[in-house]
């Protein structure tokens, strides 16, 4: 079987920030493949260094050693507008990413301008299709971001970053500060666009239930480290480490809890 | 004596403008713990503000009845109320970090606290703070007492706020998403201890959450809010096996299980004020809707034994 | 949040439009002062030395036979449009040095600021003085010496709001939307932090007219025989108990008009903070 080259990779990745003079390590050694149409999965508490990942991937950051691949290629010392057309981020708060003080048509239109050729009605109609495809009506894009739901701003990010027609979309926490059906909604928009667009995915959550039910390889961090990885099924079913274990244990479903 | 020490009669909520809680009636036995769940918007904090009775919140009681331990709340003067609900009633926050001021240590925090309710014994109420914490298990009382709250944790904050919360003996807690801004971990830290604090002390809890798991685990009973009603109520574990009114149904189909398959989601958003709306505000979202829905008495009509709904579509 | 809001966001947009067309009023006369006038500013009258305000002069003349009210309307000219002046392009170079060295940081930021640090050691009517009295008089002498210190203002307020805004998650989305620094600055950052710096424009715009005052008061601003509110009160001080309207026109024309500018300032800081809520 031939090896698919991973469309994007980080290989020994160590970043350090300087905090008050103290000098901390946020990803020590950090290797991480992710394969072509692949959910993956990032899961650690919070200062685990998962948003780290993401800066370092996406070239928002440089890490002091180790490499960033895409699609086999060297991207670091580039910077995020070099590698925006391959590789696209949606962040924690959707409303704090769009412009305050433009509607957000405006700002997907900002979006198709710089990174396509459309220009005119042509760019009209893409922005359409793009706020139809996740799921929502293009009329609903002409309000001010603050005018909208947490769930509706979530999904127009996400159209906003296909605007570039990329090939990777980093998911940096998307969904931790929305409710449990706008949580729901997201997931499966994620999932639906993987299915027709063949989009790689990194979703990085502290949510384990919710990586489990969407992801297809897990990636388990703690303080900088991979703790532990796999297929999502098996980690969540057999995980190794006991750190995964103690996650998992901490976990509260409906399910599991009206068995007790 | 009554059992019963919170009950909540037709309450109407409002800021002033819509209402954003209509109709709520349910009630708290000494020693239970009801968790009111749903969506942000549903007006299940401005009930928690309500029932405190913060005068600085804006929340405002339109009608209804709120009965505390049989006196009536609402007809009371605003002193008394205060006084009563000081010592009687605690809160712990969503925001670890707002119930204390970060740069004050918690030493200075918890003695003024005992003062201004005329309870501060000097060197013995330290002694009972160490000993509290040490009930609920915080590791360090002593090094804890002499720290300010910037320098610790959201999850230890959390916890920290529990204690002070317990210090004056409250007969009734509230929680507002105490667990929301918390890590996995810790979070299953901060249940576990509020869990051995009701056994410990008996004490009665409200708590409001959207987190349906952590309501399974903790609560006897309960209500589930969506746009401002009160749609089911019940004992937990029959709400969540056998749930009755769609919306009901559709939240527990959305929360991710362990099992790897997509959660479902409920298409649409919920409506601003329906509270005041007559007919049923799931309309538009729910998978059972017809047109009798437009018109419906939105009160708990169905019911189950001591299991309660707005509506009964929902049922298995 | 308070059960009752004391002002409403109404009457607040209200008071902002009115200090707007006042302050839109004041430049207008500046500008068509001289058509206004009814009397030569300039012309004296030897027959008609500290006249009480009659139908001829209105405000009365000033020691040498000239029209106070003229006067002061050439005044405004001089004080109102030389303010604005000053503000705008202290605006104008204080906010852009502000933003890229908010923005970019390293070495330019280190530069300008130490450099406003040095200029703000100094009281800054002092410095003004030292500046004006080395360059000698004239109203764009003054205008200079006040502006040495007035960009600082924005430049130190632009900088810290820049360093706040470009952490902002919109930014970054930004950067992803193929947006370069520039059009980052100017598109994104700048219309987001222009609140703030408007409000301490309007402000500042009393303060340099009290500035030019000043410095046409102490003699090395504006000097007779132009016209000029400040001097024209040092001109009259020493007879102020024969003829007061001498002093009282130009000092009351100027407190109208500082006080029309700050209000406006203190409605546009009102409105923007009710819009935050």
């Not at chain 1, 190794?240 to 409906?254: E, H, N, W």
């Not at chain 2, 049989?70 to 707002?98: C, T, W, Y």
């Not at chain 3, 009290?210 to 009259?236: H, Y």
């Not at chain 3, 102020?240 to 009351?252: D, E, F, I, K, Y």
């Amino acid at each position: 079987m031939i090896e698919q080259v991973p469309i994007l990779e980080v290989r020994g990745i160590f970043k350090k920030y300087k905090r008050s003079g103290i000098v901390k390590t946020a990803l020590n050694g950090v290797s991480i493949q992710l394969r072509p149409s692949e959910i993956l999965g990032v899961v650690g508490e919070s200062g685990c260094g998962k948003s780290t990942l993401l800066r370092q991937m996406s070239c928002q950051e440089r890490p002091e050693s180790g490499d960033v691949l895409l699609c086999g290629e060297s991207v670091i010392g580039k910077s995020t507008p070099d590698v925006c057309q391959s590789i696209q981020m949606v962040f924690q708060d959707a409303l704090a990413s769009f412009d305050p003080r433009m509607r957000v048509s405006a700002s997907i239109d900002e979006a198709l301008k710089h990174l396509t050729e459309l220009r005119g009605d042509a760019l009209t109609l893409r922005r359409e299709e793009l706020i139809r495809m996740v799921g929502l009506s293009p009329d609903l894009a002409e309000r001010y971001p603050v005018r909208l739901s947490g769930g509706q701003c979530q999904r127009l990010a996400v159209a906003r970053a296909l605007a570039a027609q990329p090939k990777v979309l980093l998911c940096d926490e998307v969904t931790s500060a929305l409710d449990v059906s706008a949580q729901a909604q997201i997931v499966r928009l994620l999932a639906q666009l993987r299915a027709e667009l063949g989009l790689s995915i990194v979703f990085v959550s502290h949510d384990l239930a919710l990586v489990g039910s969407l992801c297809d390889r897990i990636v388990v961090m703690r303080d900088g480290y991979v703790v532990e990885q796999g297929a999502a099924s098996e980690v969540l079913s057999s995980p190794k480490s006991d750190y995964t274990k103690q996650l998992l244990a901490s976990v509260y479903t409906t399910k599991n809890s009206a068995e007790t | 004596m009554s059992d019963t020490l919170l009950k909540v009669e037709n309450l109407d909520i409002s800021y002033g403008d819509g209402l954003v809680a209509a109709d709520v009636s349910f009630s708290l036995k000494k020693g239970e713990l009801l968790a009111v769940v749903g969506e942000s918007g549903c007006g299940k904090t401005s009930l928690l503000r309500a029932v405190l009775g913060l005068p600085d919140s804006g929340v405002m009681v339109e009608s209804g009845k709120i009965e505390f331990d049989g006196a009536n709340v609402l007809h009371m003067a605003r002193r008394e109320r205060s006084a009563l609900l000081g010592e009687k009633v605690g809160m712990i926050f969503q925001d670890p970090g707002a119930a204390f001021n970060p740069i004050r240590s918690y030493k200075k925090q918890f003695a003024e606290m005992l003062k201004s309710h005329g309870r501060f014994k000097g060197e013995k109420s330290y002694n009972e703070i160490l000993d509290c914490f040490q009930r609920l298990n915080l590791p360090d009382s002593v090094r804890i007492l002499k720290s300010c709250p910037y320098e610790m944790s959201g999850g230890m904050n959390q916890r920290i706020a529990i204690a002070a919360a317990m210090l004056l003996k409250p007969s009734l807690l509230l929680l507002d998403e105490p667990t929301s801004a918390l890590d996995t971990t810790t979070q299953k830290t901060v249940v576990e201890e509020l869990m051995r604090l009701r056994a410990l002390t008996g004490i009665t809890m409200l708590m409001v959450t959207h987190n349906l798991g952590i309501a399974a685990v903790m609560a006897d009973k309960i209500g589930v809010m969506y746009a401002g009603r009160l749609v089911e109520y019940g004992a937990a574990l029959e709400v969540l096996s056998h749930p009755i009114h769609p919306y009901t149904r559709s939240l527990i189909a959305a929360i991710p299980t362990l099992g790897c398959t997509l959660p479902e989601g409920i298409d649409g958003q919920p409506p601003l004020y329906g509270a005041e709306a007559v007919g049923c505000s799931f309309i538009k979202r729910c998978p059972y809707a017809s047109e009798k829905c437009l018109e419906k008495d939105c009160s708990l009509t169905v019911s189950v034994g001591d299991h309660y709904a707005a509506c009964g579509e929902g049922q298995a | 949040m308070n059960r009752i809001k004391c002002v409403s966001h109404e009457a607040i947009k209200c008071r902002v439009l009115i200090f707007f067309i006042l302050a839109g009023l004041l430049v207008a006369l500046s500008i068509v002062a001289p058509s206004l006038a009814p009397n030569d500013p300039y012309k004296t009258n030897s027959e008609f030395m500290k006249v009480a305000p009659n139908s001829q002069f209105p405000f009365g003349t000033d020691r040498y036979g000239r029209c106070v009210l003229s006067r002061v309307l050439m005044g405004a000219r001089m004080s109102v449009l030389s303010s604005l002046a000053l503000v705008a392009v202290s605006f104008i170079v204080g906010t852009t040095l502000g933003t890229l060295c908010g923005y970019y940081g390293g070495v330019l930021d280190e530069i300008v600021m130490r450099i406003a640090d040095v200029l703000l050691a100094f009281p800054q009517m002092v410095l003004a003085i030292a500046v004006a009295g080395i360059l000698g008089g004239g109203l764009f002498n003054a205008m200079l010496a006040l502006g040495i210190t007035s960009w600082t203002l924005y430049a130190r307020l632009s900088r810290s709001l820049v360093m706040e805004m470009k952490e902002e998650p919109f930014i970054a989305a930004a950067r992803f939307s193929g947006c370069g620094s520039v059009s980052i600055m100017f598109r994104h950052i700048l219309p987001n932090i222009v609140g703030p710096l408007l409000v301490n424009a309007a402000t500042q715009i009393g303060t340099m007219m009290i500035g030019v005052a000043g410095l046409s008061f102490l003699g090395i601003g504006v000097t007779p025989p132009s016209a000029e509110w400040g001097s024209m009160i040092n001109e009259a001080r020493t007879y102020v108990r024969l003829a007061p309207w001498t002093v009282l026109a130009p000092s009351g024309a100027m407190v109208f008009t500082v006080m029309v500018f700050n209000y406006l300032g203190d409605s546009v800081r009102d409105m923007m903070d009710v819009s935050k809520l």
